[in-house]
């Protein structure tokens, strides 16, 4: 079994800025990309930021400029440094990992969810 767990989230003002994080456990031979999602309501689910193990990155247009991805390998952990937040940002924000066991294809896996909320 693989668990994600979330933290950061929170109520902030528009400008602020959070860091999310994300930490893997359990059954983790190897960690291949690495991402997050968001979904606010009446919306689809979307990806955010994604990181591949060897740390190249792509991010959706809308956050580009204010979110960071980055990845500790050593801990299983991604984080997400968002920055100039503003209120379309507001959203539930999911932790997403693609992890292999000893064999087998690589399995996706989500986190909880942790609420961010950027008021105006």
């Known amino acids: 079994q693989v668990q994600l767990v979330e933290s950061g989230g929170g109520l902030v003002q528009a400008g602020g800025s959070l860091r999310l994080s994300c930490a893997a456990s359990?059954?983790?031979?190897?960690?291949?990309?690495m991402a997050w999602h968001r979904q606010a309501p009446g919306n689809k689910r979307e990806l955010v930021a994604r990181i591949a193990s060897g740390s190249s990155t792509n991010y959706v247009d809308s956050v580009k400029g204010r979110f960071t991805i980055s990845r500790d390998n050593a801990k299983n952990t991604v984080y997400l440094q968002m920055n100039s937040l503003k209120p379309e940002d507001t959203a539930v924000y999911y932790c997403?990992?693609?992890?292999?066991?000893?064999?087998?294809?690589?399995?996706?896996?989500w986190g909880q969810g942790t609420q961010v909320t950027v008021s105006s």
């Open positions: 359990g059954n983790l031979f190897k960690i291949d990309d």
């Open positions: 997403y990992a693609d992890v292999r066991g000893v064999y087998g294809p690589p399995l996706g896996h």
